[in-house]
């Protein structure tokens, strides 16, 4: 597999699918989910409540991921995940881990080879960059998957950096 590191914006990424740094509502956030969901336009929102009408009542628990249209993006999917809110009290590592091991099992099942992730729980969900970054990168170069390129976006040069320092 092809790691590639850019500084940039997820939602200008041309790969198969992007991976959206979701919550369990589905239903639109901040961060890089508002970035998507504004860009992308009410297609997604549309897929996301049906999801939630079917097969998420309950919403998307933490650590899985489900694919929807990427609307108007250039991408073809965009694939939703749920990362832990970053915890001092309890080691909540594993849910990240399957964050990144979800999304790309779910981009096999779509047949997407080429996945741009973004720093998942990394911005309102307080994890700290280093750590997020070193999980990102061990979970996706271990993981058992036919997608050939991942790119990893990241918004600022901080970002960038701590996973240029974990590659
Ligand atoms: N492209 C790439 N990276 C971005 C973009 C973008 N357009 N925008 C922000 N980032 P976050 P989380 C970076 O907060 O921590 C939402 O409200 C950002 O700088 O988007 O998993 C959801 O609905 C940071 O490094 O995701 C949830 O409620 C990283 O992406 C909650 O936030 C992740 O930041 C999820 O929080």
Redesign the pocket.
């Known amino acids: 597999m092809d790691i590639t590191l850019v500084r ?4 200008e990424q041309r790969a198969d699918a992007i991976v959206n ?3 369990s509502s589905l239903m ?8 998507i969901h504004r860009r992308g336009g009410p297609e997604i929102l549309e897929e996301c409540r049906r999801l939630r009408a079917s097969r998420y009542g309950g919403g998307l628990p933490t650590g899985q991921a489900v694919a929807t249209t990427a609307g108007r993006l250039p991408a073809r999917w965009v694939i939703h995940t749920v ?1 832990p809110v970053h915890s001092r009290s309890e080691d909540r590592s594993e849910l990240l881990a399957s964050c990144y091991r979800e999304s790309l099992r779910v981009a096999d099942s779509l047949g997407a080879t080429s996945v741009a992730f ?10 700290p ?1 280093d750590d997020a970054a070193r999980i990102a990168v061990e979970t996706v170069r271990q993981a058992e998957t036919a997608v050939e390129r991942v790119t990893f ?4 040069a901080k ?1 960038h950096a701590a996973f240029e320092a974990r590659l």
Do not use: E, Q, R
Not at 8 to 11: H, L, N, Q, V, Y
Not at 118 to 127: D, R, T, V
């Open positions: 940039g914006d997820i939602t740094a979701a919550n639109g956030g901040g961060g890089v989910d508002g970035a990362g973004p720093a998942i729980s990394a911005g309102l969900y307080g994890w960059m976006v990241l918004f600022d970002a």
